[in-house]
């Protein structure tokens, strides 16, 4: 009996006794915090309408001269890569060789710009020649992949990354070659990468208080189930963004996005929720930046307290060093760190055997997170990698359900957007 009882008394994860989730009780009731998310959103509107030009690259007196690409129609694709290949032949029968000048996506060759918030590339290039050992198989993969764009723009199809690679598996060996030589190529030729057709297998998801048309077909992302609606791989397919959410919550993992969109988060609090499952895609930064700037909503992110949660949202934020050609069409601006962060860890009394304790890599990657200039930017961040680097534990989203399963959706984010708690 005594057994009985101390088992009652233990409290389980899954719990419905709301009265012991911690700091339930300091929160207030929904509509106050409703208004809070309105001013929110009000300051983001008012911000966007001041701003009558973003500002560009060409705005700017840089000491660098840095290059970006656009997006170009298919037959302009066409003409620039037949012109491209009208130039290779001239220097081939002027006895120069036959090679490419290819834009160097290299670190030292990456450049973070203060005023826009984001990397972007500068413009040294290197020669990618034919008749040398060390380059020999690259430059011809550089020419298997033009052949295959030139074909696309006739045909004007699309196909996936995957199909790329499978055109020719002994050329490319691996597809992260292919892949590579993609992105060396949209910067060739001066494009985007979705100019070349080539698109990646869909991975990000969305639910909650948006419709939008899909290819024409109008999807409600509030009655598409617990799995939301894939992002269109495609964002040209993507229009006529509706939307009466106070505030789009950009979250890095499935789980954590599953939770949220079972407990119909977005209806307690009018949101979008959205994921890419990890690492950030094209299709999911492309859509989530296209939500900014049309339906002007607030983004406020929700990743793990570890170095590799910041890089995720520093490259939705500010770009990837990889794809920082495109960084202007890829990134969106002002976007807030709402958790976990690693203040949270014992703000929230997360349990010691729920903290994780970071790696030599971790650690190292903290450090390098630390150095770099955008995060040098926001102090927030900085005195918060100083904590974890110092501490060196880190926790994932899933560390709250210790205090029950319900707990992030329930308790943790609601009192974050009470307290306005987001750097």
Known sequence: MADKKQKQKRRRPDSDDESELPFKNILKPDPVILETLKKLLLATTTASSSTSKPLTLSDLNLAATCREVTDLSLSSVQSTIETLILQVTHSILSGNG????????????????????????????????????????????????????????????????????????????????????????????????????????????????????????????????????????????????????????????????????????????????????????????????????????????????????????????????????????????????????PSDLDKYKIPEQCRLPMTEQDIKTGKDLLEEDFVKKNPGWVEELNLMVKTKQKAEIQALSTFGFQYLSEVYLPLKLQQKDWL
């Not at 939008?212 to 006529?240: E, H, L, Q, W, Y």
């Not at 954590?256 to 950030?280: H, M, S, W």
């Not at 492309?286 to 170095?307: G, H, N, Q, T």
Request: hydrophobic content about 40%; aromatic content about 8%; proline content about 4%.
């Open 98 to 341: 036959f090679g490419f000048q290819v834009p160097s996506r290299a670190s030292s060759n990456q450049l973070y710009v203060p005023e826009l918030d984001r990397i972007v590339l500068k413009d040294k290039a290197t020669l990618r020649p034919f008749a040398h050992m060390s380059s020999v198989r690259k430059t011809t993969i550089t020419t298997k992949i033009l052949a295959l764009i030139h074909q696309l723009s006739l045909k004007s199809i699309h196909v996936t990354k995957r199909d790329l690679f499978y055109t020719d598996v002994k050329l490319f060996q691996d597809q992260t070659q292919s892949d590579a030589v993609l992105d060396d190529v949209a910067c060739m030729l001066g494009c985007t990468r979705s100019s070349l057709n080539v698109i990646a297998s869909e991975k990000g998801v969305v639910v909650g208080r948006l419709i939008f048309s899909d290819n024409g077909d109008m999807i409600d992302c509030t009655k598409m189930g617990m799995g939301g609606k894939a992002i269109p791989p495609n964002i040209d397919r993507v229009g006529d963004m509706k939307s009466d959410a106070l505030f789009i919550l950009l979250v890095e993992k499935d789980a954590a996005y599953i939770r949220l969109a079972e407990d119909r988060f977005y209806n307690r609090f009018p949101c979008i929720i959205v994921t890419a499952k990890g690492q950030p895609d094209v299709a999911t930064r492309l859509f989530l930046r296209k939500m900014k700037i049309e339906l002007k909503l607030p983004v406020l992110a929700l990743v793990d307290s570890d170095p590799y949660g910041l890089k995720i949202l520093s490259v939705y934020g500010c770009g990837s060093k990889n794809m920082s050609y495109d960084s202007s069409n890829l990134t969106t601006p002002d976007i807030k760190w709402l958790g976990i962060r």
